[in-house]
């Protein structure tokens, strides 16, 4: 494998005019049209696995398996041939396996010059997945809530008029009145569950992850007190961060209430498992912002798995994997953790299923 020409190039050399492309997550250098990198942005230079200074005053080309694509474009910018041009690529970073990018090629405002923004298609897949979680979240949100005040109304003119029929009929139809009654009371439950994180205020203070999982750890060993372990792998470095302590409580418990129904075989079989973990996760991209360091939560279990019929629509309300569910706690975990400006994501597969819950840290 032919290894990338790199050359140093002085830091008086770095233009102030380009320095705001550090704020993206993309990869994003400002290129001569014979190939001569101008600027690399920090993405670019975490990628290549290099320094900027590096990269900077080396050629562009030879950063990729097939230079000549990427040469022949950045002379058809130069010439005033295109616009801007998109083609599927190989990068190549130092030391490490080529990895596959979408390569876009477009004209800047100063002659001679050209910006090449790389997207790897492998982040591009998953920035993708998660603004389809966050507009299906917020689609979520105002889907519940109006269909929530579409049958509040009715439901208590509903009980209403049965307990003023239950008044002037005999005794011994009332168990039909009671039965409306009662569905009427389990619907008005329901409605109060699907409008209640938008009813409550958000009550921000400090937050230990910790405190929070070792609450969940023991609401669920209590519940389950036989046939389940609740593992825990932290990392105790994790600072304290602003958040409402027992929305992240409600989301945890929320998770780790639908693994533990999960396992339910498991638990009789005595070798069920959830495991709390806690990492930091640094230079990451989520919610379509980059931040320099996050929380990550994982609930982890070993039961069946989520199945392949609803994967795609676990954080949809009203959709269970187990009879008898709510299809709220999910939904409800999402709604709680995205106004942290944070996201959940779930892997899944027969043996092992992880729900990843990310928060921006300060």
């Not at 209403?160 to 009332?174: F, H, S, V």
């Not at 939904?331 to 092992?352: N, Y």
């Amino acid at each position: 494998m032919k290894t990338p020409k790199f050359f140093a190039l002085s830091p008086a050399a770095n233009p102030p005019r380009f320095q705001s492309f550090d704020l993206l997550a993309t990869l994003i250098a400002v290129v001569r049209t014979d190939g001569g990198v101008v600027f690399a942005n920090a993405a670019l230079e975490d990628a290549l696995g290099t320094s900027r200074r590096t990269i900077e005053g080396s050629q562009l080309p030879d950063c990729f398996t097939e230079p000549h694509i990427l040469q022949n474009a950045l002379e058809g910018a130069g010439s005033n041939e295109f616009a801007a041009l998109r083609y599927d690529a190989w990068l190549r970073p130092m030391n490490r396996e080529p990895m596959p990018v979408h390569v876009v090629v477009a004209q800047t405002d100063t002659p001679g010059e050209a910006i090449v923004e790389l997207l790897p298609l492998e982040q591009q897949a998953k920035q993708d997945r998660e603004e389809r979680l966050i507009d299906q979240a917020q689609a979520n949100k105002e889907l519940i809530r109006n269909l929530a005040h579409e049958i509040k109304n009715p439901l208590g003119g509903i009980r209403g008029a049965a307990q003023l029929l239950q008044m002037e009929i005999g005794k011994d139809l009332t168990e039909y009145t009671q039965v409306i009654i009662h569905e009427a009371d389990r619907l008005q439950t329901l409605v109060d569950r699907l409008l209640a994180p938008h009813r409550r205020p958000h009550l921000v203070g400090d937050v230990n992850i910790h405190e929070v999982c070792e609450r969940v750890r023991s609401l669920i060993l209590a519940e389950f007190p036989k046939g389940l372990r609740v593992l825990r792998d932290y990392d105790t470095s994790i600072p304290d961060f602003r958040g409402d302590r027992e929305q992240l409580i409600q989301a945890v418990l929320n998770i780790a209430h639908n693994a533990a129904h999960a396992l339910a075989e498991r638990i009789s079989q005595g070798d069920a498992q959830i495991s709390f973990k806690t990492r930091i996760a640094r230079q990451v991209t989520f919610g379509k912002q980059r931040y320099r360091l996050a929380l990550e939560l994982h609930v982890i279990d070993n039961g069946p798995g989520v199945p392949d019929s609803i994967k795609d629509r676990i954080f949809y309300p009203l959709i269970s994997g187990r009879e008898g569910g709510s299809g709220l706690g999910l939904t409800l975990a999402q709604t709680f953790v995205q106004q942290h400006h944070g996201l959940i994501e779930c892997d899944s597969v027969p043996g092992r299923t992880d729900f990843k819950l990310l928060i921006p840290l300060p």
